[in-house]
């Protein structure tokens, strides 16, 4: 119980022991967590970072795919307006060959019918002629029954 | 029975002591009147291995340290280490590159000193005894009291190392002339106080070590001195001991957190400057 020399010894040891853990045991240690922790922190920087990079693409993204989806409607639109107006373009161009082939037809059939008049007409002068020739049982001068010939086939 | 409980528990608190005489190196009794300078051997023995066991196992781990995946080993070092920083910087706020590692010195060695208070008490003497049985000694003769911190010159020890480090460094940062100032001038600054002041205050500063010392001496001594009373009670100590072993799970870290905590505030208190 008594105090004696043990503390001389314990004090010794003491500082040998102290001395030894601050040049061979700390230093080691302590560097060994603190660069752990460094890692560990800028692991969770950069996930963080990256987390954020990826919001920001996602962001991007849905902006740019918003961008497109307007784009593809206005192109549609677009195309929509004009296939509307190829197919109106197309009635008027149709149409307008329609009354030009209609006209044309009626000029034709007016011409093919006056035409077909004055052949009938010519025919009509002859078979009146020839009929005229049978009721007559004679020759009648076409030069000089020309006139009442003339008048006949103005009337037909 | 009682006579014989009686010369059980002094053999149990008594040292193996060893000291050199006019007829060579001599043992136990034989020390009686050597006064200071004996040295108790077992105190000496198991401290010193209780040292080297935390330093060896420690230095083995810092050798190995990897800032990668740790083994299990290196957590529980670690663990220890992290532990003995932060209460060392949430304390401390100044540079010293010396309190960390003496705290964690302080911390891990009494823990285990105090740890082979959970040694059965008559386990450690008993192999003693064996042993020296064989060496021809008698039995009676040998004595050894494993927990170094139940010994008076343990505790000191450690406690005026870290007093000459308060003083130290109380000079080293304050100077010599502020160190006194602080002695002469607190807690009363008027200089016609300074004899009172160097009184109270000189009782307060020689006070720390003491207080440190004692007060972890006590807590294991009277501790160990329940396990070896509860030895001599018969079959019932079992139950017994192991309702006071499982409280020394309290004690045991909690004398060893103070010691260093009260440390690391001293010395923080001699590096302040007013």
């Known amino acids: 119980m008594n105090v004696n020399l043990t503390l001389v010894g314990e004090l010794i ?17 302590i560097a060994a967590i603190e660069d752990r922790q460094k890692v560990i922190a800028d692991g969770l920087a950069a996930s963080e970072r990256a987390a954020k990079d990826l919001e ?6 849905k902006a740019q795919l918003k961008e497109a989806k307007a784009q593809a409607a206005e192109i549609v639109d677009a195309a929509k307006k004009r296939e509307a107006q190829v197919i109106e373009e197309a009635a008027v161009k149709a149409q307008a060959e329609r009354d030009k082939i ?37 020759s009648i001068d076409a030069a000089a029954h020309g006139d009442i010939l003339d008048k006949l086939v103005a009337e037909l | 029975m009682a006579a014989d409980t009686g010369s059980y528990i002094k053999h149990h608190l008594t040292n193996a002591q060893m000291c050199s005489t006019d007829t060579g190196i001599a043992f136990n009794e034989a020390c009686a009147n050597a006064g200071f ?43 220890i280490v992290g532990f003995v920083d932060s209460s060392v910087k949430e304390t401390f706020h100044g540079k010293n590159k010396l309190i960390a590692p ?18 059965p008490v008559d386990l450690i003497p008993t192999i003693a005894q064996l042993i020296g049985g064989t060496m021809g000694v008698d039995p009676h003769d040998v004595y050894i009291k494993s927990v170094p911190t139940t010994d008076l010159n343990m505790t000191f ?33 008027h200089w016609a106080f300074v004899p009172v002041n160097f009184i109270l205050e000189t009782v307060t500063l020689l006070a720390r070590p003491l207080s440190l010392a004692l007060r972890l001496f006590g807590n294991l001594y009277a501790g160990e001195l329940i ?48």
């Open chain 2, 157 to 189: 020890a450690l406690s005026l190392g870290v007093f000459f480090l308060v003083i130290f460094y109380s000079i080293k940062i304050k100077g010599f002339g502020g160190f006194m100032k602080e002695l002469t001038f607190q807690p009363f600054n």
């Open chain 1, 102 to 138: 209609i006209a044309s037809g009626h000029t034709e059939i007016e011409s093919e019918r006056n035409r077909a008049k004055e052949e009938l007409r010519k025919q009509v002068a002859v078979l009146a002629i020839a009929g005229a020739e049978k009721i007559l049982e004679r």
């Open chain 2, 37 to 79: 300078m004996t040295l108790n051997i077992d105190t000496l023995l198991w401290s010193i291995v209780l040292g080297l066991v935390f330093l060896l196992t420690f230095r083995s781990v810092a050798k190995k340290a990897t800032t990668g995946v740790p083994g299990k080993l290196q957590c529980a070092v670690e663990m």
């Open chain 2, 227 to 274: 396990f070896i009373l509860i030895a001599t009670i018969g079959l019932f100590q079992l139950p017994v001991h192991f309702l006071w072993a499982a409280f020394h799970l309290l004690v045991i870290p909690l004398q060893a957190f103070i010691f260093m905590m009260l440390t690391i505030v001293y010395l923080s208190l001699a590096h302040e400057d007013h």
């Open chain 1, 13 to 29: 040891a003491f500082v040998v022991f102290v001395l030894f853990c601050m040049k061979f045991v700390w230093p080691p240690i």
């Open chain 1, 56 to 61: 920001l693409a996602q962001d991007n993204a």
């Open chain 2, 102 to 119: 003496l705290s964690l010195t302080i911390f891990v060695w009494v823990l285990l000193m105090n740890a082979m208070d959970w040694v």
